[in-house]
């Protein structure tokens, strides 16, 4: 079977054009599509982490160590939320970039662009693939079918490859880290099908064969970097069923084999993190209404792909408030221009596919792409959105495959002009994403030019409230959350926020109403939002500093009652405890929740140090080296137990340990600090004056850094 497929392969290879012509333009379009891609995104390379960004890299448990690279399939991306994402591939991608680049978030960014670039390169490859197959069946005296010129191919892709790798509206797919998936997704989406096509045109079996074990384990990875992984699988068998007449039908269902057999690996392993807590509300849009932002969607997404002037996250093409007010009727006969537009769009993908002219293939192609990996985010169905800009990370690709198979229709002066009109487009989508990439340098410039644009939702004033709270302008920040709590009163988040802001400003009266008043509404808010222990974790650190520490673990320990497993809560109970010196009640609290979350740092580091505190050296070194593990770059637990073989005149064995932690943390003036201390005590001044004397150095090196904001 597999020599037949070969010869059918050789058979029906295509012909014309030398390789080296084809190897020369991808030695000049490769490089260019890295360098434009890399210079478009490079003003973000300078951003600090926005919104999710804080957990997912600067919080995220799982992506501290590779000791947790088959952990992370047992986990959804976000812990203790309503969020149902399973996306292990992204946390190992973020693992690999804590492995490497520790805090610095440049290499985060760095590596997005990477990922983006690097799949914008292997669409031009694909592209180049599926363009001379996808010719048109109408005779034409119009020589200018790629099928004909394998040059023409090559150009083809090339553009569609540039008009997407350089286009604004997929920046939240690329300069904000946390949207890395769907780059992941298609890089290995695009890997996936290439290597499948090589390893049919491959003659040697052992090649051929290990290509499709690489396709199919590309297919894995794409869907567990998102779900769309699916989308890449049908296109996939669009592709092979609707325009592949080179295959036989065999191969072509032993491939279907394979797509079940990939898709019923990916749910088994998605079941390992067990049930969703997505709440279960009733959807208040009818089904009528949802085929109308359908085309509001599909209107809106035509008019970002052609002209993406105001782009912001918070979109939306929907708000049951419209009709309440004169504002809000305006604002609704905007979307009904979408709707129209949206119709016209349909249009326009319709006529131009069943017109039989140069390309027509190439269009029907384009147009389905499009429509397939447009349609499970078109509001058929509920999400948690109406519309996303960086849901056209896939279906644009069928987009810009529609636009060049229209170009085919074109005289062939009119196909120069427009090759140079795409150079001129791809030029203006350059500069517009530039700017747009400046968007996320930070939270609060973020949230301004969101706001600015039209995104001025609750999120988006919390997380500017939250930038001024950070910069400690908690002035600003009050009177931004009393708005934002008169928009939404029931939001506990903004009310949680505010008492903080209130905290700090030493109007404790008013923040402890809102903490109580928090508390006991979580109760029933908790059903509609995550993490609404969050208020009585407030409220007892309040107590605390109000020195009621009885009060304080009472609020605590109610809380851990409603929230079992929440490590927030138990730790401060926990930390409470050791501090009112009862330890054998803090260590009951903190055993378990260790032992039953092997991968929890926080959890194993404070279980080493109470077990220290209480004398068991044995049992906290275990506790401690196993939390040292689980962070490649923390040294606190590195620290501590130097420390303790410092008390126990184990010099060696401290000098040991805490050359690791400086090797973890070479550029920390306190572990050389440490590390001199050891040395003095052994006896090695000259090695002692030599790590104080790089302590000074970079404590000089510090002062001379101007802070980065």
Not at 46 to 53: L, R, Y
Not at 129 to 147: C, E, M
Not at 415 to 433: D, N
Request: charged share 20%; aromatic share 12%; with cysteine.
């Amino acid at each position: 079977m597999s020599d037949k497929l070969s010869i059918e392969a050789d058979q029906a290879r295509p012909t014309g054009g030398s390789p080296l012509l084809r190897l020369q333009s991808s030695w000049v379009f490769c490089p260019l599509l890295a360098i434009l891609g890399f210079i478009v995104r490079a003003p973000a390379l300078q951003g600090q982490p926005v919104w999710d960004d804080d957990y997912l890299i600067r919080t995220n448990p799982f992506i501290k160590s590779p000791l947790l690279i088959l952990e992370v399939f047992r986990h959804y991306l976000f812990q203790d939320t309503f969020s149902a994402h399973y996306r292990p591939v992204q946390n190992i991608s973020y693992m690999a970039d804590y492995l490497f680049w520790n805090s610095n978030f440049y290499g985060f960014h760095l590596s997005s662009i990477l990922y983006h670039v690097a799949g914008g390169i292997l669409l031009y490859f694909l592209v180049r693939k599926l363009v001379p197959f996808l010719q048109s069946d109408v005779s034409s005296d119009r020589t200018t079918l790629a099928s004909h010129n394998p040059r023409v191919a090559s150009v083809t892709a090339f553009f569609v490859a540039l008009l997407w790798v350089v286009h604004p509206v997929h920046s939240a797919a690329i300069d904000y880290v946390s949207g890395r998936a769907d780059s992941l997704c298609f890089l290995f989406g695009c890997a996936a099908w290439l290597a499948f096509l090589t390893a049919w045109e491959c003659s040697s079996r052992w090649a051929r064969w290990t290509l499709y074990s690489c396709a199919w384990f590309f297919g894995l990875l794409a869907l567990c970097s998102r779900e769309s992984g699916c989308l890449w699988i049908g296109l996939f068998l669009l592709y092979l069923f609707g325009f592949e007449r080179r295959m036989k039908r065999a191969p072509k269902w032993i491939a279907v084999i394979f797509c079940v057999a990939l898709v019923a690996s990916y749910m088994g392993l998605r079941h390992l993190p067990g049930p969703d807590s997505i709440p279960q509300t009733p959807s208040e849009i009818t089904p009528p209404m949802r085929v109308v932002l359908m085309l509001r969607s599909l209107g809106d997404y035509g008019r970002l792909m052609l002209f993406p002037a105001n782009l912001h996250m918070e979109r939306t093409v929907y708000d049951p408030k419209a009709f309440q007010s004169k504002t809000g009727r305006w604002h609704a006969i905007e979307h009904e221009y979408l709707s129209i537009a949206g119709l016209f769009v349909l249009a326009v993908f319709l006529c131009l596919s069943f017109q039989r002219t140069p390309g027509q293939k190439l269009r029907i192609f384009g147009a389905a792409w499009f429509l397939i990996a447009y349609l499970p985010t078109s509001n058929l169905i509920e999400l948690n959105a109406t519309v996303a800009e960086h849901w056209l990370y896939l279906p644009s690709v069928g987009f810009l495959i529609f636009l060049a198979g229209c170009a085919f229709i074109l005289p062939p002066q009119w196909q120069r002009v427009a090759v140079a009109f795409a150079c001129v487009a791809a030029l203006a989508l350059g500069v517009r994403s530039g700017y747009r990439s400046s968007d996320w340098v930070s939270n609060e410039t973020f949230a301004h030019r969101t706001i600015a644009s039209g995104g001025a939702t609750i999120r988006i004033i919390l997380l500017l409230g939250q930038a001024y709270a950070e910069r400690g302008d908690y002035a600003s920040a009050e009177r931004l959350l009393r708005r934002a709590l008169e928009l939404s009163p029931n939001h506990p988040t903004t009310r949680n926020n505010l008492a903080d802001a209130l905290v700090k400003q030493g109007k404790k009266e008013e923040a402890e109403a809102l903490f109580v008043h928090a508390t006991e509404a979580a109760h029933e808010s908790r059903k509609d939002y995550p993490r609404t222990w969050i208020a009585a974790l407030n409220l007892s650190q309040l107590r605390h500093t109000q020195h009621d520490d009885s009060g304080a673990i009472a609020i605590l320990e109610k809380a851990r009652k409603d929230y079992p497993g929440t490590w927030e809560l138990i730790g401060a109970e926990s930390e409470l405890l050791r501090e009112t010196n009862d330890l054998d009640g803090s260590l009951t609290l903190i055993r378990p929740f260790a032992q039953n979350n092997w991968w929890h740092y926080r959890a194993w580091g404070a279980l080493g140090r109470l077990l220290a505190q209480k004398g068991d050296d044995a049992a906290a070194t275990d506790a401690l080296r196993h939390a040292s593990r689980l962070d490649v770059h923390e040294t606190a637990a590195l620290n501590l137990i130097a420390m303790m073989r410092v008390q126990e005149n184990r010099l060696d064995d401290a000098f040991h340990t805490q050359q690791r932690a400086v090797a973890r943390q070479p550029d920390q003036p306190r572990q050389y600090l440490l590390l001199s201390n050891i040395l003095d005590q052994m006896g090695r001044t000259a090695e002692s004056r030599a790590a104080l004397a790089q302590v000074s150095r970079l404590r000089t090196l510090a002062d001379a850094t101007p802070t980065a904001r």
